[in-house]
């Protein structure tokens, strides 16, 4: 696609519900990106593929945080059981490969827990 | 661990003055992005500099980087409203790693 698709793009559900988050990265890109931005805050990393490699789960807040990159393209990041502080606005990124590493975000999805 | 600080976190100037916006990180790197973020949107790339020395400019932006300082800069010039935005700096620990991003700069222009 012409740039990094986010699905849903508003979410609310209630606590302890689980939810899964989509992106489709822009085609071609080895490297995707998961991040979260509560409001009024910075970017905190979450989750990072890069082609075949083991992805960088560093970020990930809690072992309730789960993501997947199924054929190295479309990537799914799973909340178990979701808490209020899990609101926030999860972002996705996405990068040609290791040596091209501009980043494009897609839009978001805006996550609420009620 | 690789922690990227940007300096003023808020901004609030007049239409026409200049200003420069200040990203320190704390490891080497040579890879560094200035990204804008307007109110419930997405982040937009605005620059890429990857050698020691880069500048790029944009309009009223220019951006470059120092890697022996470890620092980056944002310079706005003649500023006007259209620039209020939130201004990221992202720092590439190492190729192929992943982003770090400093906490964003608030800038307001008024008129």
């Known amino acids: 696609g012409a740039g990094v698709s986010q699905s849903p793009s508003n979410k609310v559900t209630e606590k302890g519900k689980d939810v899964e988050l989509r992106c489709d990265p822009i085609s071609g890109h080895t490297a995707l990106y998961w991040y979260r931005q509560s409001l009024g805050q910075g970017l905190e990393f979450l989750i990072y593929?890069?082609?075949?490699?083991?992805?960088?789960k560093s970020g990930l807040p809690s072992d309730r945080f789960s993501a997947e990159r199924t054929g190295g393209s479309v990537s799914t990041l799973t909340i178990q059981r979701t808490q209020q502080e899990d609101s926030a606005v999860y972002l996705c990124a996405s990068s040609l490969d290791r040596l091209n590493t501009e980043a494009f975000f897609g839009q978001g999805t805006r996550l609420t827990v009620v | 661990e690789l922690k990227v600080e940007q300096n003023p976190l808020f901004l609030s100037m007049q239409e026409g003055k200049n200003y420069t916006i200040y990203c320190n990180y704390s490891?080497?790197?040579?890879?560094l992005y200035w990204y804008r973020q307007d109110p419930g949107k997405s982040l937009e790339s605005l620059f890429v500099?990857?050698?020691?020395?880069a500048v790029k400019q944009e309009g009223r932006l220019m951006a470059s980087l120092d890697t022996k300082a470890r620092l980056s800069t944002l310079h706005i010039t003649a500023a006007v409203h259209d620039l209020s935005a939130t201004y990221f700096c992202a720092v590439e620990e190492t190729s192929g790693s992943r982003l770090t991003f400093g906490e964003g700069t608030q800038l307001t222009v008024n008129p």
């Open positions: 490891t080497t790197s040579d890879r």
């Open positions: 593929f890069q082609g075949n490699s083991a992805p960088d």
């Open positions: 500099l990857l050698s020691n020395g």
